[in-house]
């Protein structure tokens, strides 16, 4: 059975650091790529960053966004992480890992069925 632990989430300041990590279990990092989306209250669920099963990595917010986000794995620890620089306030989400079984990424949400829970992000001072 595949399952995903999203953790690390917390209240943060704007222009602070988070690391979220993402524990899977049931297969292992390099079967599927993994995706980190986001959802703030009453938006949909989008897409931030993706690796793959060989390791490319993919990131999908505005380009001015990108280098505050970076996505990383351990294969040994079997755990995706996202982190986070300079946090602003509308980073603010439940942010979820997911996978779809398959290698390569996508920016689609339709085409991950497999969630966690989700851990909640607030950037707030």
């Known amino acids: 059975q595949l399952q995903l632990v999203e953790s690390g989430g917390d209240l943060v300041q704007p222009g602070g650091s988070l690391k979220l990590s993402c524990a899977v279990s049931g297969f292992t990092v390099e079967d599927y790529a993994i995706a980190w989306f986001r959802q703030a209250p009453g938006k949909e669920r989008d897409p931030v960053a993706c690796?793959?099963?060989?390791?490319?990595?993919?990131?999908y917010l505005y380009s001015y966004d990108r280098p505050r986000f970076t996505i990383s794995r351990d294969n040994v620890k079997n755990t995706v992480y996202l982190e986070m620089t300079d946090a602003k306030p509308e980073d603010s989400a439940v942010y979820f890992c997911?996978?779809?079984?398959?290698?390569?990424?996508?920016?689609?949400?339709?085409?991950?069925?497999?969630w966690g829970q989700g851990t909640q992000v607030t950037v707030s001072s």
């Open positions: 690796i793959s099963s060989v390791g490319d990595t993919m990131k």
């Open positions: 997911g996978t779809g079984q398959r290698k390569w990424c996508s920016s689609s949400r339709w085409t991950y069925n497999d």
